[in-house]
């Protein structure tokens, strides 16, 4: 089992800045990639950005692509993203993602709410 939490989501003015935080705990050591995923209202969860553990290559989806930035520390076990010159289209609850064993066990956070006025 993982545990996932998430921190750092908030209101925020289009154009500014937010930084979220994802920590793991638990069987953390056959962790293969960790990422971002969003949800606005009335649609599909979708990806945002993601680390492999392995090689460190990151994916974003994009939309976002020069304006975020997904990072991880050197345990490997958290996981973050800023996110620059925000959106409203941004607005969304953002769910961390851990992806376990050669199974590709999914495992999520509890969400965090990013709102971005105009």
């Known amino acids: 089992q993982v545990q996932l939490v998430e921190s750092g989501g908030g209101l925020v003015q289009a154009g500014g800045s937010l930084r979220l935080s994802c920590t793991a705990s638990?069987?953390?050591?056959?962790?293969?990639?960790m990422g971002w995923y969003r949800q606005a209202p009335g649609k599909e969860r979708e990806l945002v950005a993601s680390?492999?553990?392995?090689?460190?290559?990151?994916n974003y989806r994009d939309s976002v692509k020069g304006r975020f930035t997904i990072s991880s520390n050197n345990a490997r076990d958290s996981v973050y993203l800023q996110m620059n010159s925000v959106k409203p289209d941004d607005t969304a609850v953002y769910y961390c993602?851990?992806?376990?064993?050669?199974?590709?066990?999914?495992?999520w956070g509890q969400g965090t709410q990013v709102t971005v006025s105009s």
């Open positions: 680390f492999t553990t392995g090689d460190s290559t990151t």
């Open positions: 993602n851990a992806v376990w064993g050669w199974q590709r066990i999914n495992f």
């Open positions: 638990g069987s953390i050591s056959n962790l293969k990639a």
